[in-house]
């Protein structure tokens, strides 16, 4: 009963400022159950037959986040002995007593100092991702908990899925405890404190097979939500393809759509130019329609942290 009530109290919370809501239908022999923390509430209604309907809602900021001063950080219990924050990150937390604030620098320097590579082979505890400057989401999850633990915070990980606009992949992502709030979340992978409805946690860490079909998605993609909540997405994270329009559209409208190496769709209308940024590495197609009509398609092989530009260029005159 009170989990329930904690549930309809967060969800009346997440219409007053709803970032995006978003419905799946799960099958897996494991399925995710409700839960709710502050902006991020997810409400699982089992079907029979290892089905259920997930609904998950997301809010601009989290309520309750800013304000409360405390004393200096100390470790907390889960932080091994030998693990310290970095030298430079542990003067910028001394000198800030607002623990959304401490907690924000954290996670900035994290995205400042460690690079997302999803490839990565190697080991994803938080000692080795710290030294080597990369992890997978989950090496950035465990690194980000343990540089929050050591700040004085209460943090952990938390365990499912990412829904693509094709498939859904295994992640995991962070929840720091804050004075005044509880636990928020935020995805070290993403930026600073965004998580997005298509992230559907699980009750520890997703293994086995498992279906996934969304019902309900948000209307912007993830990169797109994120950057309309004021939080800035990872700029280290990928590659930026520049695009720029040669010729008038007339009354029409440009629309380009970039596929990615992992079905991941970004949607831009392009007036003059534009650009996608924060891309993964790999092969990206690009459509570009004006209209109803498909002007223009090609392939790019994008590399980590590089920028590609491309010339559009439209039937009539040119302008500009």
């Given amino acids: 009963m009170k989990t329930r009530l904690l549930t309809a109290v967060l969800l009346l919370a997440a219409w007053t400022a709803a970032a995006g809501e978003a419905t799946f239908i799960v099958k897996a022999a494991v399925l995710?159950?409700?839960?709710?923390?502050?902006?991020?509430?997810?409400?699982?209604?089992?079907?029979?037959?290892?089905?259920?309907?997930?609904?998950?809602?997301?809010?601009?900021?989290?309520?309750?986040?800013?304000?409360?001063?405390?004393?200096q950080p100390r470790p907390v219990a889960g932080t091994p002995g030998w693990f310290h924050l970095p030298q430079?990150?542990?003067?910028?937390?001394?000198?800030?007593?607002?623990?959304?604030?401490?907690?924000?620098?954290?996670?900035?320097?994290?995205?400042?100092?460690?690079?997302?590579?999803?490839?990565?082979?190697?080991?994803?505890?938080?000692?080795?991702?710290?030294?080597?400057?990369?992890?997978?989401?989950s090496g950035l999850a465990n690194a980000a908990t343990a540089l929050l633990r050591a700040a004085g915070f209460t943090a952990r990980t938390v365990s499912g899925l990412l829904v693509l606009d094709s498939r859904a992949i295994p992640h995991r992502w962070v929840e720091c405890f804050l004075p005044g709030a509880g636990w928020v979340p935020t995805d070290p992978t993403l930026g600073l404190w965004i998580v997005t409805p298509r992230h559907v946690a699980w009750p520890g860490t997703v293994t086995g097979a498992y279906d996934l079909r969304a019902t309900r998605v948000p209307v912007d993609?993830?990169?797109?939500?994120?950057?309309?909540?004021?939080?800035?997405?990872?700029?280290?994270?990928?590659?930026?393809?520049?695009?720029?329009?040669?010729?008038?559209?007339?009354?029409?409208?440009?629309?380009?759509?970039?596929?990615?190496?992992?079905?991941?769709?970004?949607?831009?209308?392009?007036?003059?130019?534009?650009?996608?940024?924060?891309?993964?590495?790999?092969?990206?197609?690009?459509?570009?329609?004006?209209?109803?009509?498909?002007?223009?398609?090609?392939?790019?092989?994008?590399e980590e942290g590089g920028t590609a530009s491309y010339a559009i260029r439209l039937p009539g005159p040119e302008v500009g």
Wanted: with cysteine; aromatic share 6%.
């Fill in 32 to 71: 995710p159950r409700s839960r709710a923390v502050n902006g991020h509430v997810q409400d699982v209604r089992v079907l029979g037959s290892g089905r259920a309907e997930v609904h998950v809602s997301t809010t601009l900021d989290p309520i309750g986040a800013r304000g409360f001063a405390v004393g």
């Fill in 88 to 137: 430079s990150l542990g003067e910028m937390v001394a000198g800030e007593n607002d623990p959304w604030g401490r907690a924000t620098r954290i996670l900035r320097w994290v995205m400042d100092h460690v690079r997302v590579n999803a490839q990565g082979l190697g080991a994803q505890d938080a000692g080795s991702v710290l030294e080597r400057g990369s992890g997978r989401c």
């Fill in 221 to 302: 993609d993830m990169a797109g939500a994120s950057r309309a909540w004021g939080w800035p997405v990872r700029w280290n994270r990928g590659a930026v393809l520049e695009c720029r329009v040669v010729g008038s559209p007339g009354t029409g409208t440009v629309l380009a759509e970039l596929r990615g190496p992992d079905g991941e769709l970004r949607r831009l209308r392009l007036d003059g130019a534009g650009q996608f940024d924060g891309l993964p590495p790999g092969r990206w197609l690009l459509t570009v329609r004006l209209g109803n009509e498909v002007v223009e398609k090609c392939a790019f092989r994008l």
